[in-house]
């Protein structure tokens, strides 16, 4: 690994696990985070659950898996640049979606809206509440007794409300930011951008292999187009070589653009601000960040998305079924808890422990319970 940036999170000055584990050498730094993280049973299960496309909708769409190993090249290729901790921004990256239900955001509103009276459902938190609690693979703890840096950087969102309440249960600890408007290290808000960067480049992909996104759409979007048209400059035989080739690589130009514009922003802010140490980091304003043009070009990008793609009659209609299957199971396991397994049946808090098991779903097993538990098939094409 390269030498380390002076604002970077050494793992030696690391404020350390929530249980003392006597036997790690801090040496081995966030590795261990990694190491913890991939082989846990959440982390596998991303494999068959939905970032925009319903996993039986096609097998070559994004998972939340593969979007996290986007995630993950991303964030660590620019790290190594910034020379901040790869192994910390490898962490955060594939453990950022960990608390994410099934069927996307569809799945997460219903959740939400299930739990409305109950403390409410936010995928942010429950990504900690798997490494900290939910994940059982280890003798002498629940959760993976990840580093503080780890977890601060997995919340990456949160209310005020859940905020205190961390506090309360954790004084000082990941709730307290939110609370005293600090920033959280600078691997934290590199993986932070690096999501927002492979989910607008692969929802291009996948929304142009899906057959809703056009390429004639797509010149309409400056950012796509500008690399589109570098592309084509530079390999005029694109044009007549067929679509997908074309297409990968104005996405891959931009995808390289928008780490390349991110890299140099984010030195002139460190060079600006020249923060101490990755405490100073706290205190300062976010430092990783776009230059103005890219981040309005990656706005319109975004917005297009939303319009094309995300609100799509047919990905609505999906996650109009997709949150009936939620709702259905939050009310059939609620009034029938020993339809789940033990640990959760067996939980004091029946609306959150019936929270944790949904959660926790793929795609496809929550499609099978619902139609176990309501002898109804909400999605014909997945049987
Ligand atoms: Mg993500």
Redesign the pocket.
Known sequence: MSQLAPWASDPSRSRGRRIDEPGLACEQGYRIDRERIVHCSAFRRLVYKTQVFINHEGDLFRT?LT??LE?AQLARSMARELQLDEDLVEAIALA??LGHTPFGHAGQDALHECMRAHGGFEHNLQSLRVVDLLEQCHARFDGLNLSFETREGILKHCSRAHAERLEHDEPGGVGQRFLAGLQPSLEAQLVNLA?EM??NAHDIDDGVRSGLVTAEQLLDVPLYRRFRDDALAEFPALQRRGGRRLLFDSIRRMREALAADLVATTQGLLRRHAPLDADAVRHAPPLVAFSAPMRQAGSELKRFLFSALYRHAQVKSSTERARQVVAELFAAYLQRPDEMPGEHAAQPRRERAVADYIAGMTDRFALREHQRLTGRVLFADAA
Do not use: F, I, M, Q
């Open positions: 939340r979007h996290s995630v950022h979606d999501d492979a989910y």
